[in-house]
């Protein structure tokens, strides 16, 4: 029989290929619609609908919405004037709690995966810290993974972190970077949603590492 793996909030099916590649009964699972070309293999609805439904899967990979959540977004908790912003902060509470239901569930073996983000602070500090790099990728993100039951990942092709974006911040005139593919993804955007979307991509040496060495552990 075949070892069941569900990837939770994925509408690319960047990771789901990645297992289907090697012979698992992979799905992914999002609210939006895949862009991934293989909608037999998606489900378009609530990720805990499908947990209580479907048959027990053997591994969950979850990469909960990063929005309220990553650690870049922090400056906008606050108004202008100092004060609070309640509708920011309500919307970063219910995040964790989604987070806290993803890591909750029955499944034996879980990784969470985001970026630098208050789920460290509120929640538990990630078991590991990747870059695209370490994997074959040459590009900088950091991608933090929280794992029960399951081992970190192993760097399969160290390469050099690739080109950065040189630029000058407007209000403090100092000089910063940026990842040149996410300096990209900024300028290719064309809304919102298609700017968190290539944002959150995950890099195909990350996500054949996952399929080759997580798989292996549930076949063994």
């Known amino acids: 029989m075949k070892k069941r793996v569900l990837i939770a909030c994925e509408e690319s099916q960047s990771v789901t290929k990645a297992f289907r590649e090697l012979g698992f009964e992979a799905y992914s ?24 439904r479907e048959p027990t899967f053997d591994l969950m990979i979850a990469h909960p919405p990063c929005t309220f959540l990553a650690v870049s977004g922090a400056r906008w908790l606050y108004n202008k004037d100092g004060s609070i912003n309640q ?3 309500d919307k970063q509470n219910e995040a964790l709690d989604f ?4 890591m909750s569930v029955d499944i034996d073996k879980i990784v ?14 990630p078991d ?6 370490m994997f074959g990728d040459k590009a900088s993100k950091s991608t933090c993974l929280w794992l029960k039951n399951i081992p970190k990942l192993i760097p399969t092709k160290i390469v050099d972190k ?6 000058k911040d ?4 100092k000089e910063k970077k940026q990842p040149m593919w996410y300096y ?26 996952m399929a080759k060495q997580w798989g292996d552990l549930l076949i063994y």
Request: glycine share 6%; charged share 30%; aromatic share 10%.
């Open 170 to 173: 407007r209000k403090t005139g």
């Open 162 to 167: 690739g080109e950065f974006f040189i630029f």
């Open 184 to 209: 990209e993804a900024l300028q290719n955007a064309k809304t919102p949603e298609e700017r968190r979307t290539l944002r959150s991509k995950t890099f195909k040496g990350i996500a054949d590492a």
């Open 29 to 52: 699972c999002d609210l939006l619609p895949c862009s991934g070309g293989h909608e037999e293999w998606h489900f378009q609805e609530d990720i805990f609908e499908v947990i209580k």
């Open 87 to 89: 509708d920011r902060f």
């Open 112 to 125: 969470i995966e985001n970026p630098i983000s208050v789920i460290s602070s509120n929640i538990r500090k």
């Open 99 to 102: 987070v806290k239901k993803l």
């Open 128 to 133: 590991q810290i990747i870059h695209p790099y």
